[in-house]
C-alpha cells in the first residue's frame, strides 16, 4: 500500500500549481449565498474541471439560491458510492473578491473572501478524484455533492432535499469543510435551525377600549419566558427567541407579535423534543382570545457521534499515519454542516477534511497553502484503502 500512497503524492505534487491556480479563480468570484448568479459562476467552472476529469455531471436547480451540483467517477463499480460533501457559497458581500483578492503571504498563508470556508475544500475534493484516477483506483463510485446555500441553511432553497436524495445509499462520505490547525478532524456537530412564532391578538385603542382588546405581545412575553425555560444546556439544548416584533404604537394594545427563535440540538431525540417545545407554546393560550401558529423555517441535521463515524474517522486515522500524513484527533463542534445530513441518513461521515486555517467568516480569514496538498493526499488515501 505505501507505493500506492507514493504515487499519489507524486500526483498531487506535480499538480500544486494547477490546484492553486483554480483555488484562486474560485476566491477571486464573488459567491455570497444571495448572489446566485456568482454561485453558478463557481458551479460552471467546476463542472468544466469534473467533466475534463472524465466525471458525469448535473446542475439540478434548488430554487431561487444557487443550484447543487453533482459530479459522479466510475459509475459502473457495483458498489456503494463514496460521497464528497462541499458548498460553492460564501458569507461575503459582493464586490470583496476585488478589495481583498486571493494572495498567499510571505507565511505561506493564502488569503481571500471563502479562501478557507470553503473553495480549497472544493478543489481538494475534485483533485482527490484525479489523483485516485491516476493510480487506477475502481472500487467504489466517486461522488462530489456541492451544495449552493449552505451558508443559509438552505434556508432560501429545496437544496437539503436534493442532498438527501444524492448522498442516501452511499458507503461512507467526507466533508470538506474548514480544517483546524491542529488537526482535529470533526465527528460530531450540533444541529441547528430557525423557527418563527407569531401571536395573533385583538388590536384596540388603550385609552379609549381596552376591554376590547388582546394583547399579543403580552401572550408572547408568557411564551418566551416558557421556551427559554426549556433550556438545558448541559444537554446541549438551546432554544433562544433571539428577535421580536411586535405592536404599532404606545397607545394601541398590540394585535400582533412575532418571535424569531433559534434553536440548537447535538441529537435526534433533542430536535424532536425542541420542536414539541415549540409547537406545545403556540398551542398553549395565556391571554384569552389570542392565538398562535409555530413554523420551522430552516434546519440543518446534527452530525452524531455514531458508532459507525467513529468507525470511520478511526480507518482515516490509521490512513494518515500510513500515508504519511501524520497524527490527527477526533472532536465535536457546534457549528452546523451538511455532514448532518448524511449520518441522519445513516452514511457515517468524516467533517473538516478541508485545507487548515483560521478565521471563517471574517476578513483576515486565512488558509494554509501546504495543507491543500497534504489533504488532498489523506482524502485520496483515506478512499483508496476503505
Known amino acids: 500500500m505505501k507505493e500506492i500512497f507514493i504515487k499519489i503524492n507524486e500526483y498531487i505534487e506535480q499538480h500544486r500549481r494547477e490546484m492553486i491556480d483554480l483555488w484562486e479563480e474560485l476566491v477571486n468570484i464573488d459567491s455570497g449565498t444571495d448572489n446566485a448568479a456568482g454561485v453558478m459562476e463557481v458551479c460552471t467552472l467546476l463542472r468544466k474541471r469534473m467533466s475534463a476529469a472524465d466525471m458525469q455531471t448535473k446542475v439540478i436547480e434548488s430554487g431561487p439560491a444557487g443550484p447543487v451540483l453533482v459530479g459522479e467517477w466510475n459509475k459502473k463499480a457495483d458498489t456503494a458510492p463514496i460521497v464528497l460533501i462541499g458548498h460553492m457559497d460564501t458569507v461575503f458581500s459582493d464586490g470583496t473578491a476585488r478589495e481583498n483578492p486571493f494572495r498567499i503571504d510571505e507565511e505561506g498563508h493564502a488569503h481571500g473572501p471563502g479562501v478557507l470556508d470553503m473553495k480549497a475544500g472544493l478543489v481538494i475534493a475534485i483533485y482527490a478524484v484525479k489523483a485516485l484516477q ?15 446555500d449552505e451558508e443559509k441553511i438552505h434556508s432560501l432553497s429545496n437544496a437539503k432535499v436534493i442532498l438527501t436524495e ?50 399579543a405581545i403580552l401572550e408572547m412575553s408568557h411564551k418566551i419566558v416558557e421556551l427559554e425555560g426549556k433550556n438545558d444546556l448541559e444537554r446541549g439544548k438551546l432554544i433562544n427567541c433571539g428577535e421580536i416584533t411586535g405592536g404599532t404604537n404606545s397607545n394601541t394594545i398590540p394585535g400582533e407579535c412575532q418571535v424569531v427563535i ?44 455514531t458508532g459507525s463515524v467513529l468507525e470511520l474517522f478511526e480507518h482515516v486515522k490509521r490512513t494518515a499515519q500510513e500515508c504519511g500524513y501524520g497524527d490527527v484527533h477526533a472532536f465535536t ?33 486565512f488558509a494554509v497553502v501546504d495543507s491543500l496538498f497534504s489533504r488532498t493526499l489523506l482524502a485520496a488515501s483515506s478512499i483508496y484503502t476503505l
Open 262 to 305: 433559534a434553536f440548537r440540538f447535538p441529537s435526534v431525540a433533542i430536535r424532536d423534543e425542541i420542536v414539541a417545545d415549540i409547537q406545545a407554546a403556540a398551542d398553549w393560550t395565556h391571554v384569552e382570545g389570542t392565538e398562535a401558529k409555530a413554523e420551522v423555517k430552516a434546519m440543518m441535521e446534527c452530525m452524531e457521534s
Open 166 to 215: 444524492e448522498i442516501k445509499g452511499a458507503a461512507a462520505a467526507f466533508n470538506f469543510e474548514t480544517g483546524y490547525m491542529d488537526d482535529g478532524l470533526v465527528v460530531g456537530r450540533k444541529g441547528g435551525g430557525m423557527a418563527v412564532l407569531t401571536v395573533h391578538g385583538v388590536a384596540a385603542h388603550s385609552g379609549i377600549a381596552p376591554e376590547k382588546g388582546r394583547s
Open 333 to 365: 463542534v457546534g457549528g452546523v454542516s451538511d455532514s448532518g445530513i448524511a449520518v441522519t441518513e445513516g452514511v457515517p461521515a468524516v467533517c473538516a477534511m478541508g485545507v487548515k486555517g483560521e478565521g471563517n467568516h471574517t476578513a483576515k480569514e
Open 134 to 148: 491516476a493510480v487506477g483506483y475502481d472500487k467504489h463510485p466517486i461522488k462530489c455533492i456541492f451544495a449552493g
